[in-house]
Structures are given as structure tokens and as C-alpha cells.
T-cell receptor, first 111, second 113 residues
Framework: QKEVEQNSGPLSVPEGAIASLNCTYS??????FFWYRQYSGKSPELIMF????GDKEDGRFTAQLNKASQYVSLLIRDSQPSDSATYLC???????????FGGGTRVLVKP | DAGITQSPRHKVTETGTPVTLRCHQT?????MYWYRQDPGHGLRLIHY???????DKGEVSDGYSVSRSKTEDFLLTLESATSSQTSVYFC????????????FGSGTRLTVV
């Protein structure tokens, strides 16, 4: 079992719809959780972080964390073609400041 | 990229040759990291540093060494490059604290032929 797992996709969504991405992690001691967006050929960029159970909203993005079930999700509302990218989930374990990344979910938003 | 630069951006090298990749930051962040990104494997940690001359291994450190003699520079060396080290290498920096994410450099695409 990988430490951080994501469905590789592609997740195809029509423009204006909600894209829902999921991520599960194996280390119950994980403390903080991050979502990165990576366009093809570019470096990852941080879009959200969350460390408390529940929802956190930032613009069109909502991160959801459920530590009991060990999953974190990302919702993208009103999806735009510019949201087409690979979304990486990352987890910071209790010890140290090292992030473990999932393999990423590729999202395609079709006009 | 928020004061972090990697050099070179692209490099082609021959098997068995030494290669050094450089990461330079102007943010004065304590933590610096080297990751490699490969299809099917995502981002994997090679080495990281938590201060000058303080470094530690990540999950895929075999065949790599690092050095950090100044806060702003973190060097990754492939002592004898192999084809399995063909990859995209990303440097990242982080401020102290578990709730801080990383800022990534633009990456170095390394091809070992």
C-alpha cells in the first residue's frame, strides 16, 4: 500500500461542473495536508492546505479532511478549462517537515 | 518562482559521468529538498536539508549525495549517472513548521544516455 494514494484519472468534467478529487493516506499520525496543482511541464504550485477536520474554502476550491477515515478531498467548483492540470495530494507526517506525495490525479475540463 | 532557481534547466549526460544540480534560494528558508518526478511514481524525496551542513536521506537516496554549505544553496550530485536517474528533478524550499507547504523551483530535466 502506498503511503498516499490518488486515482490517476483522467477525471473529465464539463466546464462549469464540480470536479471532485480524493486522496487517502496510510499514516494516522499525519498532521497536515496539501493540494498542489501542476500544469504539464511546470512545477507544482500550492493551492490549498488543511490540518483540521472539516472543510476549508478558498475561492472555487474546497478542501475536506476526515482524519478518522484517513482521506482528504478537493472540490473545484465552476470548473474552467484553465483548471486542466494534475492535482497532487501531499501529506506531512508528525515527525519532521517532509511531504509525501501521491501520484496525482489528472483533470481535464472540457468546454 | 518565489526566489528559488534551479540550474541547469536541461542537461544531457553520459552514463558514468558525475553530474551536479544546483538549487539557489533568496528566501532564507531553513528547509530545502530535492525530489525526482517520474511517470507512475509521482514525486519522491531524494535528500533534504534542515540547515547548513545538516542533511538527511529521503526514500530514494541511493546514487545521490547532497551538500549545503550556505543557507541559500543546496547541491545534488549524481556521482556516476545511470540511465535510471533520467528524470525531472525539483528543488523545494519550506519555512519552519509542519503547516507550511513547499515552494518548488522550475525543475531540471536530466537525461542520461
Amino acid at each position: 500500500q502506498k503511503e498516499v494514494e490518488q486515482n490517476s484519472g483522467p477525471l473529465s468534467v464539463p466546464e462549469g461542473a464540480i470536479a471532485s478529487l480524493n486522496c487517502t493516506y496510510s499514516d494516522r499520525g499525519s498532521q497536515s495536508f496539501f493540494w498542489y496543482r501542476q500544469y504539464s511541464g511546470k512545477s507544482p504550485e500550492l493551492i490549498m492546505f488543511i490540518y483540521s477536520n472539516g472543510d476549508k474554502e478558498d475561492g472555487r476550491f474546497t478542501a475536506q479532511l476526515n482524519k478518522a477515515s484517513q482521506y482528504v478531498s478537493l472540490l473545484i467548483r465552476d470548473s474552467q478549462p484553465s483548471d486542466s492540470a494534475t492535482y497532487l495530494c501531499a501529506v506531512n507526517r508528525a515527525a519532521g517537515n517532509k511531504l509525501t506525495f501521491g501520484g496525482g490525479t489528472r483533470v481535464l475540463v472540457k468546454p | 518562482d518565489a526566489g528559488i532557481t534551479q540550474s541547469p534547466r536541461h542537461k544531457v549526460t553520459e552514463t558514468g559521468t558525475p553530474v551536479t544540480l544546483r538549487c539557489h534560494q533568496t528566501e532564507n528558508h531553513r528547509y530545502m529538498y530535492w525530489y525526482r518526478q517520474d511517470p507512475g511514481h509521482g514525486l519522491r524525496l531524494i535528500h533534504y536539508s534542515y540547515g547548513v551542513k545538516d542533511t538527511d536521506k529521503g526514500e530514494v537516496s541511493d546514487g545521490y549525495s547532497v551538500s549545503r554549505s550556505k543557507t541559500e544553496d543546496f547541491l545534488l550530485t549524481l556521482e556516476s549517472a545511470t540511465s535510471s536517474q533520467t528524470s525531472v528533478y525539483f528543488c523545494a524550499i519550506s519555512e519552519l513548521g509542519q503547516n507550511y507547504g513547499y515552494t518548488f523551483g522550475s525543475g531540471t530535466r536530466l537525461t542520461v544516455v
